[in-house]
């Protein structure tokens, strides 16, 4: 097996995805690609599928007269975006996210800016209820193209081990 393949027969190969919770190491730091620019239309259907009125999002006249100029990115549609950038290297196996704390928005985020974003290992330890899991906390930091931090926040995912779970198959 080499990264991110095992052979599953002599000359064919698959793709493999995330972490189990054994390949968790505190203080690891995984850089997330691509990098995701937002559009309008990003940010337009993310605050229509969210209902999210405020005009700040999507009403050029209405942003051009406050301190930003010009829309800004909605900060769930922020966060929503580092969290998917961040799937196939830290829940791709997880059994379920268990929740998002610490969230801060630090920078704003316009149409045409890059995300990208990184996620160091806080906190992991087996689950008391469950032995063929584990619970692993992150946090996840989403820098604009000039490494400017715009966002950052923690969250906790309920992880598969080794030899479990709906991939192994």
């Known amino acids: 097996m080499r990264d991110g393949v095992i052979e599953i027969e ?3 190969y698959r793709e493999t995805y995330g972490r189990y919770y054994e390949e968790f190491n505190i203080g690891d ?32 006249e209405f942003a051009a007269k406050t301190e930003f100029k010009k829309p800004l990115v909605a900060s769930p ?13 830290v829940s791709q196996k997880a059994v379920a996210n268990l929740g998002w704390t610490d969230i801060r928005m630090l920078k704003p985020l316009f ?13 992991k330890r087996e689950s008391k209820k469950r032995p063929t899991q584990g619970i692993v906390t992150i946090k ?3 820098k604009n193209q ?9 969250r906790t995912m309920l992880i598969w081990k080794k030899g479990h779970g709906p991939m192994e198959s």
């Open 77 to 89: 549609l922020t966060v929503a975006i580092m969290t998917g950038q961040s799937v196939s290297d």
């Open 111 to 123: 149409a045409g800016d890059t995300l990208y974003s990184e996620s160091e290992v806080l906190e």
């Open 29 to 60: 730091i995984y850089e997330h690609r691509p990098g995701r620019t937002i559009t309008e239309t990003d940010n337009t259907w993310f605050t229509l599928l969210t209902m999210n009125q405020h005009p700040l999002h999507f009403d050029f």
């Open 140 to 142: 996840t930091i989403g």
């Open 10 to 12: 002599p000359g064919r």
């Open 146 to 154: 000039h490494g400017e931090v715009v966002c950052d926040f923690v």
